[in-house]
Nanobody, 127 residues
Framework: QVQLGESGGGEVQPGDSLRLSCAASGGPFSNYAMGWFRQAPGKEREFVAAISPRGVDTDYATSVKGRSTISRDNAKNTVYLQMNSLKPEDTAVYYC????????????????????WGQGTQVTVSA
């Protein structure tokens, strides 16, 4: 059983940057594809970014592409989401997710592909 814990959220102004972290425990982190999702009030959970176990293969939602970077440190069992040029529409609860995979180059963009989820961290972008 993998436990995930997000941190780094907060209230920022438009144009600011944030780095979210997700620390994992309870499993061989390097065997897990990781993803970030977000859910705004009244909306469905949506994909933000994903990264393969080896950390080289990534994908982003169109809404954040060019403004965000997903990365991971397998030695620290942590995945990160660096978000720049934040906009009010980025306001949401951000969740990290993990899925075990035997293929180090795979990543997943669908929420139902993931086995484990964190509790989420709130990001509020407001002037």
């Amino acid at each position: 059983q993998v436990q995930l814990g997000e941190s780094g959220g907060g209230e920022v102004q438009p144009g600011d940057s944030l780095r979210l972290s997700c620390a994992a425990s309870g499993g061989p982190f390097s065997n897990y594809a990781m993803g970030w999702f977000r859910q705004a009030p009244g909306k469905e959970r949506e994909f933000v970014a994903a990264i393969s176990p080896r950390g080289v293969d990534t994908d982003y939602a169109t809404s954040v592409k060019g403004r965000s970077t997903i990365s991971r440190d397998n030695a620290k069992n942590t995945v990160y989401l660096q978000m720049n040029s934040l906009k009010p529409e980025d306001t949401a609860v951000y969740y990290c997710a993990a899925r075990a995979t035997s293929t180090s180059s795979y990543f997943y963009t669908r929420a139902n592909s993931y086995q484990y989820w964190g509790q989420g961290t709130q990001v509020t972008v407001s002037a």
